[in-house]
């Protein structure tokens, strides 16, 4: 151990970025430790949990309807509610909806196609854990086929919104996250949006948030 915060990472058959997320926490500040579909404990010490973007189980079923029945999202439910953070990203925020732990479902793009480009978000909500301090607008990436939130938008927080809506989610929702705003679920991968070699740094604040 550092004795830096630790952030659990949790890990899926079919988990595609966790490697980013790893990185973009370290850069953070934080230590990275893998949490596995398996285990019923996060590691020993976590303070921030991600559940990173992939294809968790094929997408078999529906997306993320396999992995939030996993063994370690018992584990994460019981963070989440003792008002630990939880970052669920793309397949993550999937996962996150179909746990019941944010409102909601992901529902096929509009344009029944996978879309893969950079977007505008507005900060819909500068008062939760992972926004304070952000800038108005952010800059990141999305790829995704069944992106589009659709659900009652007074049953969370909206967090972020699509500036120009991409794929017909409600209300325009890029990420919304539960009244108590320590769970956060988005499209968009802040975790690409992390270093200037991608062009945009925006995604850096959400990470931060994860350490502060």
């Given at each position: 151990m550092?004795?830096?915060?630790?952030?659990?990472?949790?890990?899926?058959?079919?988990?595609?970025?966790?490697?980013?997320?790893r990185r973009?926490?370290?850069?953070?500040?934080?230590?990275?430790?893998?949490?596995?579909?398996?285990?019923?404990e996060?590691?020993?010490?976590?303070?921030?949990?991600?559940?990173?973007?992939?294809?968790?189980?094929?997408?078999?079923?529906?997306?993320?309807?396999?992995?939030?029945?996993?063994?370690?999202?018992?584990?994460?439910?019981?963070?989440?509610?003792?008002?630990?953070?939880?970052?669920?990203?793309?397949?993550?925020?999937?996962?996150?909806c179909?746990?019941?732990?944010?409102?909601?479902?992901?529902?096929?793009?509009?344009?029944?196609?996978?879309?893969?480009?950079?977007?505008?978000?507005?900060?819909?909500?500068?008062?939760?854990?992972?926004?304070?301090?952000?800038?108005?607008?952010?800059?990141?990436?999305?790829?995704?086929?069944?992106?589009?939130?659709?659900?009652?938008?007074?049953?969370?927080?909206?967090?972020?919104r699509?500036?120009?809506?991409?794929?017909?989610?409600?209300?325009?929702?890029?990420?919304?996250?539960?009244?108590?705003?320590n769970?956060?679920?988005?499209?968009?991968?802040?975790?690409?949006?992390?270093?200037?070699?991608?062009?945009?740094?925006?995604?850096?604040?959400?990470?931060?948030?994860?350490?502060?």
């Amino acid at each position: 151990m550092t004795g830096r915060p630790l952030v659990a990472i949790v890990r899926f058959p079919g988990s595609l970025d966790h490697e980013t997320a790893r990185r973009a926490s370290e850069a953070a500040g934080a230590e990275v430790a893998w949490a596995w579909h398996s285990d019923t404990e996060l590691p020993p010490g976590t303070r921030s949990v991600i559940v990173p973007g992939g294809f968790s189980y094929g997408d078999h079923l529906r997306c993320g309807a396999i992995a939030s029945r996993s063994p370690i999202m018992a584990a994460v439910r019981r963070h989440a509610e003792a008002g630990g953070l939880v970052l669920g990203i793309c397949n993550g925020f999937q996962v996150l909806c179909e746990a019941g732990l944010l409102p909601g479902v992901l529902r096929r793009n509009a344009s029944l196609r996978f879309i893969c480009r950079q977007v505008e978000l507005e900060v819909a909500d500068a008062g939760t854990p992972w926004t304070r301090g952000a800038p108005p607008v952010l800059s990141m990436p999305i790829k995704h086929n069944e992106g589009a939130w659709f659900g009652d938008p007074a049953e969370g927080r909206v967090v972020l919104r699509y500036r120009e809506n991409p794929n017909g989610s409600v209300d325009g929702v890029a990420g919304i996250a539960n009244r108590a705003g320590n769970v956060l679920g988005l499209m968009p991968h802040p975790e690409e949006a992390s270093d200037p070699l991608l062009g945009s740094t925006d995604g850096r604040a959400l990470f931060a948030a994860l350490v502060a």
